[in-house]
């Protein structure tokens, strides 16, 4: 599996189940002066954190509309196995890609239940925002590998939180900085927290 930030709660992911190999992307961003969403991605899944699509970029999806999860429920597409679980206004996520369990938490505003917590179930890789809340949910949540999203770069209309301050707040944990994250579940940490930094594809 490789997995690559677009931007705000943007990612990618490749993955590959059998000989069916597909492409998931999250939350695709309104195109702004200084960051523009990619227009050489073309998933087979796209998944919204929200119902309410108006807030997305699907300008890009237009000539070859990739199969949409935008409600809560349970899919499997492509070999890929994808829950959503309602949260207020907004969708998080599990993904259940190449035997490892994602948690996708697009831009969730609050901590989450014990109900929540038990839907969500045990997660490998967890994909939230920087700031806020985010060690409460890292604790609750418990997963071997963090990926801070919605992180601050130049150019950004918004401000958002560093990279530097995100994993200064984590305290003594492991940081991996890299273009992209390729990983096979045997790889995931076993004996500490791992937080993984992505530049922006």
Do not use: H
């Not at 949910?137 to 995100?166: C, H, N, W, Y």
């Amino acid at each position: 599996m490789q997995l690559y930030w677009l931007g705000y709660s943007s990612i990618k992911i490749e993955g590959k189940v059998g000989d069916s190999e597909f492409t998931l992307v999250t939350d695709p961003y309104q195109n702004e002066a200084s960051l523009r969403f990619p227009k050489t991605v073309n998933p087979d899944i796209l998944v919204l954190s929200n119902q309410d699509t108006e807030l997305f970029n699907l300008e890009p999806f237009a000539e070859k509309p990739p199969f949409t999860i935008s409600t809560p429920g349970e899919f499997e597409v492509k070999g890929a196995f994808v829950q959503g679980i309602q949260v207020d206004d907004s969708i998080i996520y599990r993904f259940v890609i190449e035997g490892m369990a994602i948690g996708f938490l697009g831009s969730i505003q609050r901590e989450l239940n014990d109900i929540e917590i038990e839907q969500l179930g045990s997660i490998d890789i967890l994909v939230l925002p920087a700031g806020g809340i985010a060690q409460k949910l890292l604790t609750s949540i418990e997963p071997r590998m963090v990926i801070p999203i919605q992180i601050d770069i130049p150019g950004i209309k918004t401000k958002l939180e560093t990279a530097d301050v995100f994993c200064k707040k984590m305290g003594a944990c492991k940081r991996v900085d890299a273009n992209k994250l390729k990983i096979v579940r045997k790889d995931l940490p076993s004996d500490e927290l791992v937080v993984t930094v992505l530049e922006r594809l």
